[in-house]
């Protein structure tokens, strides 16, 4: 994708697909809205798809499909054993990243699964650049702990610093000084870091946090789920990958890792995961843990139609063009809602754009969910359905008080390829009349809390009659119940 010049001066980001296959999308009224919210528990993960106009969730599994992804998903090869369409995704696999072994899994999480499985001993720490819900989830259930080596200024959203999903190299350092590397099995590089807003890490940090592991004998883990954003950063932010190709900018970041796995419901517009190891010997450990929990190992519980895409969509993703759509249109819709002052996560990541609900609602105490009340309020004024990023989505302390987020962020996710700049402008302009009536928004409490990833389904309401009056104060400003 390319931003075009127009005659008034302005870029305009431009997609360099067109739309082949197109499905309807209905847009409810409000006052359907309002019930829906209400049936979901005021939860998002609990809304049907059909009650949703953009489906801002996440861009897990959501990439839109090329022609030639489902053109070889029509070619690949259904076998239980020995598919000739696996040994054609391996062999992209050690085109791209250069890594000899390749063990398909039926999703991101089920890599974390296997990978605390098999390196994470009862009292190991993992340090990583910031952690994520299911990876810290399964490290902690093998009794290991994470320590987030993020930047001081990686949460500050007055800071423009490009690649905030950098390590601190200091931390890392005294870290591994204070615990030892003997209880440090790997640590856990995470691309496009997504709970800090999709922020990006650059190469010369990875190379740096490579050189310090090497040193005492320490392994380091890519989570590359969203390294295709984080390509687009290092090619447009870093100075030393300007003049390098997206494959080349792969092959020097995949050079500096002992594992990469990641979900290719994310990287490679298609479904499932896979982990890529370099020794023979780990592979050996995996592979009984893949034919135990995933599948046989040439499938690893993935359909052979998406092993197929998968192939073609991670040669898509070493495609400028291809990859630059969703980096392209976040930063456009981050810079919009900045206009209307909004307060969002500048500057824009990957993944999707994300406002600050603590700054949007700061009359809402952090204890009534600022980011889920906001996200709430975005389903009913808009149909648009974004993803709480705060306190839900953080487990309890043991003694059973709340552990509150570092940040509340409302996420919009832009799967790859699929929205339309005119509903890009929907969401801002809904999103921006409710920033403009931000005080009739209230908090949310707990009806039914789960306790293990509380954020999947538990059950919300209001704090009080708050959903009303925005109802209310919607059809007055809208003239109309859409
Ligand atoms: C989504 C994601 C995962 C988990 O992948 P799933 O396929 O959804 O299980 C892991 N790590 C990161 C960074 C992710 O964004």
Redesign the pocket.
């Known amino acids: 994708m390319k931003k075009i010049k127009f005659f008034s001066g302005q870029r305009i980001p431009m997609e360099m697909h067109r739309a082949k296959v197109v499905q309807k999308l209905t847009l409810v009224d409000i006052d359907t809205r309002k019930q829906n919210l209400e049936a979901a528990g005021y939860n998002q993960f609990l809304l049907k798809n059909d009650a949703i106009f953009l489906d801002m969730l ?1 861009d ?2 959501m990439n839109v499909m090329s022609d030639k992804q489902l053109a070889a998903a029509m070619t690949g090869d259904d076998a239980y054993a020995g598919s000739r369409t696996f040994f054609e995704l391996a062999d992209k696999i050690k085109e791209i990243f250069d890594f000899d072994f390749f063990l398909p899994v039926h ?6 699964h296997l990978l605390a499985r098999v390196f994470v001993k009862p009292g190991d720490v993992i340090a990583m650049n910031y952690h ?1 819900t ?2 810290r989830a399964h490290i902690m259930l093998c009794g290991g702990s994470v320590v987030e080596l993020n930047l001081p200024d990686s949460l500050d959203n007055s800071s423009a610093n490009p690649f905030k999903g950098n390590f601190d190299l200091d931390k890392l350092n005294a870290l591994i000084a204070e615990v030892g590397p003997q209880k440090m099995p790997f640590v856990r590089i ?5 709970l800090i807003g999709g922020q990006p890490l650059s190469l010369e940090n990875i190379v740096a946090v490579a050189k310090i592991c090497r040193q005492h004998g320490i392994l380091t883990v890519l ?1 590359a ?2 390294l295709q954003d984080n390509l687009y950063f290092m090619k447009v932010r870093e100075a030393a990958c300007k003049d390098m190709s997206i494959r080349e900018i792969t092959r020097a970041v995949a050079d500096q890792i002992d594992v990469i796995y990641f ?4 990287l490679g517009f298609a479904k499932g ?1 896979g982990i890529c190891l370099r020794s023979a010997e780990l592979y050996d450990q995996f592979k009984e843990l893949v034919t135990l929990h995933e599948g046989f190992l040439t499938y690893g519980g993935i359909s052979i139609t998406e092993l197929a895409s998968m192939t073609q969509g991670l040669e898509e993703t070493m495609d400028f063009d291809m990859i630059s759509q969703g980096p392209q249109f976040i930063a456009y819709m981050v810079d919009e809602l900045d206009k209307c002052g909004v307060p969002v996560v500048k500057p824009a990541g990957g ?1 999707g754009c994300h406002l600050d609900a603590r700054a949007f609602l700061s009359h809402v105490p952090q204890a009534e969910y600022q980011a889920g009340a906001l996200a709430a309020a975005i389903y009913l004024a808009s149909g648009v359905r974004p993803m709480e990023r705060g306190t839900i989505s953080e487990a309890r302390n043991e003694d059973g008080s709340e552990h509150f987020a570092d940040v509340e962020l409302v996420r919009l996710a832009m799967p790859r390829r699929l929205f339309t700049r005119s509903q890009i402008d929907y969401a801002v302009d809904r999103i921006h009349w409710l920033y403009e009536n931000r005080t009739l928004i209230g908090g949310l409490r707990f009806v039914k809390e789960p306790k293990v990833l509380r954020f999947f389904s538990g059950e919300l309401a209001p704090t009080s009659d708050w959903s009303d009056r925005l109802v209310a104060r919607f059809k007055v400003d809208f003239g109309d119940s859409l």
């Open positions: 996440t897990s599994g999703q991101g999480r089920a890599c974390e994520f299911t990876t995470e691309a496009g870091t997504n989570d789920s969203l979900s290719a419901r994310k995961g993944l």
